[in-house]
Nanobody
């Protein structure tokens, strides 16, 4: 059983950077596809980037070139480096794990969610 814990959220200004970290427990992390999602009030949770178990990455267009996701299987961690942040990046950020491969910007099957970390970008 995997347990995911996000950290690193906060209040930042337009154009600045922030790095989120997701720490996973359990032995299956390296076999999972892992991803970052974002949710804003009143909208569905949206996949931003997925990294398959083989290391392939899939970003949505709105974060390409600004966000970089990396996984460290030895440390059971997932990071999201966010640069040039915009007010529309505001939301609750969740990490997710499951399946083996990515289906778009999310795992083909999400089995585990973190509790979320809030990111607020002020203008």
């Amino acid at each position: 059983q995997s347990h995911l814990v996000e950290s690193g959220g906060g209040l930042v200004q337009l154009g600045t950077s922030l790095t989120l970290t997701c720490e996973a427990s359990g032995s299956r992390f390296q076999y999972y596809a892992v991803a970052w999602f974002r949710q804003v009030p009143g909208k569905e949770r949206e996949g931003l980037v997925c990294i398959g178990s083989s290391g392939d990455k899939d970003y949505i267009d709105s974060v390409k070139g600004r966000f970089t996701a990396d996984r460290d299987n030895a440390k059971h961690t997932l990071h999201l480096q966010m640069n040039n942040l915009k007010p529309e990046d505001t939301g609750e950020y969740y990490c997710a794990a499951g399946g083996f491969y990515c289906s778009g910007a999310g795992p083909n099957k999400v089995e585990h969610w973190g509790q979320g970390t809030q990111v607020t970008v002020s203008s």
